[in-house]
């Protein structure tokens, strides 16, 4: 933690110390970059293939049908060439499929009975109404989930800390105007704006990112606002003034890293907040688009189906335990922040 | 810094002067926000400095001693009057001379604990004016940034460390290396010692003293305490409300004080040994409030000597020494 400064690790201490928040962020990392990885584990796609005295990786390259001896140039259909004839009756011929071996968005064709199954050995959490495995929508929803709301965490964040930190800077007359302008924004109703727009344009993740952005940054520009307006007034900030910082060196190198606490603290809290927006969107059916493995769409599949359990269950422990574990960490991180624990003695 | 002119000569040359300087800072109010008042914190300010000299400015809490540093340093802009350097009126400097100008005036700063940025090393700090300006390279710049730490009392061995591990003199050697880093010619010290306790104080002023003699500094020293002013000025001003009132030579003032308010303030220094005689004078009524200076002279409602003349007209600045060259000046109709 040498590049961090003495306060900041001091923090990251204290929020070590805090075990329910640290362990419930190893837990997510671990969880997430296992679940960045999931074309390796939970895969249609047969890991290697032997094949006629050659290897072939099908996770890492593409291989047409031509190669397995089909007819067709598209990808091949590994599950179907490995129950041809041509390829059983070869013994040296191999195909080694991951440990769950469905894909998302795979139907399964061999159901004893008509989707959605409920759990059994073969589909350990049951299919959805398409026989999809479930579980395999679970880990690549979570992924999605995950990367979303981080990808609108950044991008949000960046355009809060811009336009607060001008506002605050600034001040006057231009910060005036923003801050009506912010109101007049925030006064919208977020999710019907969503759900029209989501119907005026082909829904897509970008769609959705650019949305939720025009949105998040608000909340986080209140902060770092009040912090430039208090920043611009230290002497430390006088000080380079004098010396000749321009407004940008100011703005990025003397204020906005004493200015982290903010945006640190309102990061989990906005994660949760975009799992949970992001579950509900894909559920009313205007989310992510539709082979898109997410929560929300299963849940809406159980809304249909209410007699097959497994689709309501499993997605909403999933959601729970997510969003658990997001808040305390949320919970943690403002707890290490607080200033208080400076004037306090330990015991 | 205490070498007394008296010769004529260079006393003509003047590194700094300012004149007839004002800043109306204006009250908001009512239903369209219009402005209803100002509170004049620095009204119609006149003085020169000599190169390589110390003028003390002293007044009590509110009196403009700040608001006239930051203007002198084009932090804020004046309302009013003109303030030249070397013959330059720098208030007509706008961008690239502007950033060269801050070159040659450079501030050290009243709390050390807020001046340094929290996040920067010593070494960040003090190099940071010869970055941003771009001066030598990454190589000249860190044996520059040595020469200041250890010049000014520092050690280099402590250059990675984080304001906050040092104390508050040492944290106030840092702001003193960083304000000369560039070199300056005038340095404006805003109180830069009354954050600090008295043994450590001294050392300050000491470090102060020997720099502006190597550096060829000229210094405004701002500071409430007159002992401290006493020690390193060569010419104080006596500011009230945002105006000169008293304004001559350390030995002139310090020997005798003409205004009546000057007295008061001057009477406040604490006596050096409980046998010492002298008499306190005793101010009764409160400092008016910024928004409604009294008519005719400031002082009038709190002065013991007040006549009608004082309620009515404004005493202007005059020289009652008779001498050009060891000058005293007063605004007051006493004289």
Not at chain 1, 206 to 229: K, P, Q
Not at chain 2, 75 to 98: F, H, M, R, S, V
Request: glycine share 6%.
């Amino acid at each position: 933690m040498a590049i961090l400064n003495p306060i900041l690790s001091k923090r990251w201490e204290n929020f070590k110390k805090i075990r329910r928040g640290y362990y419930s962020l190893i837990i997510l990392i671990v969880t997430y970059l296992v679940a960045l990885g999931a074309e390796l584990w939970v895969n249609n796609k047969p890991l290697v293939v032997y094949y006629q005295g050659t290897y072939y990786y099908p996770v890492f390259f593409f291989y047409s049908g031509e190669t397995f001896g089909e007819d067709y140039i598209a990808e091949a259909q590994y599950k179907e060439i490995r129950d041809r004839p041509a390829f059983k009756d070869n013994p040296d011929n191999v195909m080694l499929f991951p440990f769950i071996p469905y894909g998302y968005n795979e139907s399964d064709d061999n159901l004893n009975a008509s989707p959605p199954t409920v759990p059994d050995s073969r589909h350990w959490l049951g299919t959805d109404d398409r026989g999809r495995d479930l579980l395999t929508r679970l880990i690549y929803g979570y992924r999605v989930s995950l990367s979303f709301a981080l990808v609108v965490l950044v991008l949000s964040t960046i355009v809060g800390v811009a336009i607060g930190a001008v506002q605050g800077y600034c001040a006057g007359v231009l910060d005036l105007i923003c801050q009506r302008v912010i109101e007049v924004v925030s006064a919208l109703p977020f999710l019907y704006l969503l759900i029209l727009l989501a119907s005026i344009f082909d829904p897509s993740i970008t769609l959705l990112v650019i949305i939720f952005c025009a949105f998040r940054w608000i909340g986080l520009s209140y902060f770092m606002r009040a912090e430039f307006l208090r920043g611009r007034k230290i002497e430390y900030v006088e000080a380079a003034r004098s010396i000749g910082v321009s407004r940008v060196g100011i703005m990025a190198r003397h204020i906005l890293p004493n200015t982290i606490t903010p945006i640190i603290t309102l990061a989990p809290f906005s994660v949760a907040a975009s799992i949970g927006l992001l579950s509900s969107l894909d559920f009313l059916g205007f989310g992510v688009p539709a082979p898109t493995a997410s929560w929300g769409e299963i849940l809406s599949q159980a809304h249909a189906n209410l007699t097959s359990y497994h689709l309501s269950v499993f997605p909403l422990i999933c959601l729970f335990i997510t969003l658990l574990l997001v808040s305390f960490v949320g919970e943690a991180v403002r707890e290490a922040f607080d200033p208080k624990a400076y004037f306090r003695y330990k015991g | 810094m205490r070498k007394h002119t008296s010769s004529g000569g260079d006393l003509h040359k003047h590194i700094i002067s300012v004149r007839g300087l004002k800043k109306h800072f204006p009250i908001k109010g009512g239903i369209l926000n219009r402005q209803i008042g100002a509170i004049r914190a620095v009204d119609t300010v006149s003085f020169d400095v000599e190169s390589n000299k110390t003028l003390g400015i002293v007044g009590e809490s509110g009196c403009g001693k700040s608001t006239l540093a930051r203007l002198i340093n084009r932090l804020i802009e004046p309302t009013a009057g003109e303030i030249y350097l070397q013959g330059d009126n720098i208030l007509a400097w706008k961008g690239g001379a502007l950033r060269r100008f801050y070159r040659k005036i450079q501030v050290v700063f009243q709390d050390p604990y807020a001046s340094l940025n929290p996040r920067f090393s010593m070494f960040d700090i003090i190099e940071e004016p010869l970055r941003i300006n771009n001066i030598d390279t990454k190589r000249l710049r860190r044996k520059r940034v040595r020469e200041l730490i250890e010049k000014s009392g520092l050690s280099w061995d402590y250059r990675n460390r984080y304001p906050h591990e040092f104390s508050g003199g040492q944290r106030q050697r840092i702001g003193i290396a960083r304000a000369l880093a560039l070199h300056p010619e005038i340095l404006i010290c805003d109180e830069p010692v009354s954050a600090l306790d008295v043994s450590v104080q001294a050392q300050i002023l000491n470090l102060l003293m020997d720099l502006q003699d190597e550096f060829k500094l000229t210094v405004l020293f701002i500071s409430h305490d007159l002992s401290v002013v006493n020690k390193v000025s060569d010419q104080v001003i006596v500011l009230y409300c945002g105006k000169i009132v008293e304004m001559a030579s350390r030995n002139r003032i310090f020997k005798k004080q003409l205004h009546p308010y000057a007295q008061a303030l001057f009477s406040a220094i604490p006596k050096s040994s409980p046998h010492e005689q002298k008499e306190r004078t005793l101010l009764n009524v409160e400092p008016p409030s910024p928004r409604h200076f009294p008519t005719g002279c400031r002082f009038h409602p709190r002065c013991p000597h007040a006549m009608d003349v004082c309620k009515k007209t404004e005493p202007q600045l005059e020289n009652v020494s008779g001498s050009e060259d060891d000058f005293h000046r007063v605004a007051c109709h006493l004289f």
